[in-house]
């Protein structure tokens, strides 16, 4: 009689599981039709999530709420208006378990409740430009206190000076600050643990704190509070807040004016979020650990046109860009509620971790020259393509005055001719000649972000392989590309795919960096902005090739290669590349090259003289404003943002630019050309013809033709 019962069960069990089976195949199958994405039976760390999809109405954190009860997540992409979403999880075990436990489960939404699908895959799709999603592990709620509850805890802070002492109250240099609690100290970003301030947490706070614990959003109460105080004008640099000083949850309580908080992930996205008053921002998990969040100093942001403060539905990824409205900036207290930490983190991110920090991350050692494709293609990721991605904003506003020679080029081109700029940079070159048509590729996505805001054509793309067709082109640029192939034989195959765009009779101009920074008795500007500069750390040549000086007592040297007999100029100590002195002549051909980046500059946004490309960057692509339809049961709304391709560096506190300037040093690796090589490299392509070759201003500069 058991046996029935149980075989019964069984047979029932596996009756579902076939369903679930047949309903998941024709997920994939429908995904892999209408969506070209391939789900793989083997398993993977990635998984496409069908119906979990902002399509679906599941928003991230209601998606990320389950996944991540499987394991920790690495990364969350949720196309806008897909009804898929995909996961990484960090080990194939996480995905394993969440495919086991959630296929043909259920999730309740705010809104509605849809079955998922879970299938592996063998790659996850880049977040677009423009797509709506928030760091993993950041909330936004939208009216988290009401207008009374703002006046009360506005009305509770006093600013006058006899109260300085209590609150440890400071004038910032972009802000007021106020802590509750503990200090939070700007000078070695910590707290005193062991000094607790006189005035504790503002009773006013407390009801707020409440609903914070009864929503589950804490599950202590915090015991810091950090009160800032923005002008219009003002803002604070992009930060983390100190690992080993506060636990992991961060409240962030906005009253007043609305803004726009600038959230960096480490490899480049950026997500810029609309904070109306009377919001509270949660942040937890890796936008509490690895992104930086910060407010950039402006009167204006740039916000979704509908107003943010009303129940307007998320404009899509393409409405994004085209109803952004300008939004003047008012008077905006926070209130940051922390709790302090009393033991080492322990978090799964010891990059950017100070307490794992010494341990963890070994001294870096510095790379090799490279002898196969593998290794080049490595140490062109790690010291040409990271950097960039890095420096993109500052790198680009020393970037702005064309090269006389490359302008007049573009300038004798016939109206109507085609003209492609490989390693385009900030676009400089692309508005030349407004009688062409121009498009660019950059292998940095952070400097394409720049040009595309700018209004130019422009494309990720590796010069190794341009998705552009062949014999297309009449004309072709490479400004100071070609030098960051690490082997002859990629900057032999960067110049052929140069030539492949070419039209027959069409003419490429190619410029790379000179081992001969003194050529007929003239050292280059690079070499005579030495004395100029006076060896300031601050990076601002206005159009020399390279960046800033260091001081260097070195001698110059004098070499001269003749192009027919190149000898190779690398001396690497142990196979190491060296690092070069800045406004020094070049010891070896191979080597890294230090690019100075002040801390200050980038987490203030004040990037010297215009800062325009940095404004103008980072108030695109926010967020929309609120879901209407969320939470119907109380009176939070959810805010979506959405990223885009930008990068920052910093990862110290908020103000220690202010209290201490440091330094942080990126290195790109250069191929230094010699007399005569760049001729003998395009002299290797068949069909090519050397029109003229120079020098100008330390660089060598080849003009071809192709000829068939
Ligand atoms: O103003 C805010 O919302 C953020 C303040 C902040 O990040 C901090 O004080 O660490
Ligand atoms: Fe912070
Ligand atoms: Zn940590």
Redesign the pocket.
């Known amino acids: 009689m058991a046996d029935t019962v149980d075989n019964t069960i069984f047979v029932k069990r596996s009756k579902v599981k076939k369903k679930i089976l047949r309903k998941q195949l024709k997920a994939s199958h429908i995904l892999l039709k209408h969506e070209g994405i391939s789900t793989v039976s083997q398993p993977t760390k990635s998984l496409v999530v069908a119906n979990g999809g902002l399509g679906n109405g599941v928003s991230r954190q209601e998606l990320s709420a389950v996944l991540k009860e499987f394991g920790e997540i690495e990364r969350l992409v949720m196309p806008p208006q897909k009804p898929y979403a995909f996961v990484t999880y960090r080990s194939e075990a996480g995905a394993q378990k969440a495919h086991a436990q959630l296929n043909g489960k259920s999730l309740k939404c705010e809104d509605n409740v849809v079955t998922l699908y879970l299938s592996y895959v063998q790659s996850v799709p880049c977040e677009e430009a423009g797509s709506l999603s928030l760091p993993v592990g950041l909330t936004l709620l939208d009216s988290f206190v009401s207008p009374e509850e703002e006046a009360l805890l506005l009305a509770a802070l006093d600013w006058s000076p006899g109260n300085d002492e209590v609150t440890a109250q400071k004038a910032m240099k972009h802000r007021r600050v106020k802590h509750y609690g503990f200090e939070f100290r700007y000078d070695n970003n910590n707290v005193d643990k062991d000094k607790p301030l006189p005035a504790g947490i503002p009773a006013e706070c407390l009801p707020i704190l409440e609903r914070c614990l009864s929503n589950q959003i804490i599950d202590i109460l915090p015991d810091q509070l950090?009160v800032?105080q923005y002008e219009s004008g003002q803002g604070?640099p992009p930060?983390i807040?100190t690992h080993s000083a506060f636990e992991e949850t961060i409240l962030?309580l906005?009253l007043g004016a609305q803004t726009v908080?600038d959230f960096r992930h480490p490899d480049g996205g950026l997500v810029a979020l609309v904070?109306p008053g009377r919001s509270l921002?949660v942040m937890k998990g890796e936008s509490r650990y690895l992104w930086t969040?910060g407010?950039t100093p402006r009167k204006c942001d740039v916000v979704p046109s509908c107003d943010p403060q009303s129940s307007a539905p998320v404009p899509t990824d393409n409405q994004t860009q085209s109803r952004l409205t300008l939004s003047r900036r008012g008077t905006r207290t926070?209130f940051?509620f922390r709790r302090i930490r009393h033991e080492p983190c322990r978090c799964g991110f010891p990059s950017v971790c100070d307490s794992q920090r010494v341990s963890a991350v070994p001294e870096p050692s510095l790379p090799s020259l490279p002898t196969c494709h593998a290794d080049a293609a490595h140490l062109e990721k790690e010291y040409v393509h990271r950097v960039y991605n890095s420096i993109a904003p500052h790198f680009s506003s020393t970037r702005h005055s064309p090269w006389p020679r490359v302008c007049h080029f573009l300038s004798s081109l016939p109206p109507g001719s085609m003209v492609a700029d490989v390693g385009c940079g900030n676009g400089k070159y692309l508005s030349v000649n407004p009688e062409v048509i121009a498009v660019g590729c950059d292998r940095s996505s952070a400097l394409i972000q720049i040009c595309a805001e700018r209004g130019f054509q422009v494309f990720v793309s590796d010069a190794l392989m341009l998705p552009l067709h062949s014999a297309s082109f009449d004309a072709c640029i490479s400004i100071a590309v070609i030098h960051h192939f690490s082997t002859q034989e990629r900057r032999l195959a960067a110049v052929r795919e140069l030539v492949r765009l070419l039209k027959p009779g069409g003419q490429a101009l190619i410029y790379v960096w000179a081992y001969e920074q003194e050529y007929n008795k003239q050292r280059s500007k690079y070499l005579k902005e030495q004395s100029k500069e006076k060896y300031s750390m601050t990076n601002s040549t206005s159009n020399g090739t390279q960046d800033l000086c260091e001081r260097s007592s070195q001698p110059l040297e004098d070499k001269h290669n003749s192009g027919e007999n190149i000898q190779c100029v690398s001396k690497l100590a142990d196979g190491k590349l060296s690092i070069h002195t800045n406004r020094t002549a070049f010891k070896s051909q191979d080597l890294l090259v230090p690019w100075h980046l002040k801390d200050e500059k980038i987490q203030r946004g004040e990037y010297s003289g215009e800062n325009l490309e940095y404004k103008a960057s980072s108030g695109y692509g926010l967020c929309s404003g609120n879901r209407s339809d969320c939470n119907p049961g109380s009176d939070f709304k959810i805010s979506i943002g959405s990223s885009l391709g930008l990068s920052s560096e910093s990862q110290t506190s908020?103000d220690s630019a202010t209290e201490r300037s440091s330094v942080t040093v990126f290195h790109r690796y250069y191929h230094l050309f010699q007399q005569g090589e760049l001729e003998h490299l395009c002299g290797q392509i068949t069909g090519v013809k050397v029109e003229s070759s120079y020098h100008d201003q330390g660089n060598w500069c080849v003009l071809v033709e192709k000829t068939a």
């Open positions: 950090t800032n604070i930060h807040d962030s906005s908080m904070l921002l969040h407010i926070s940051t908020p």
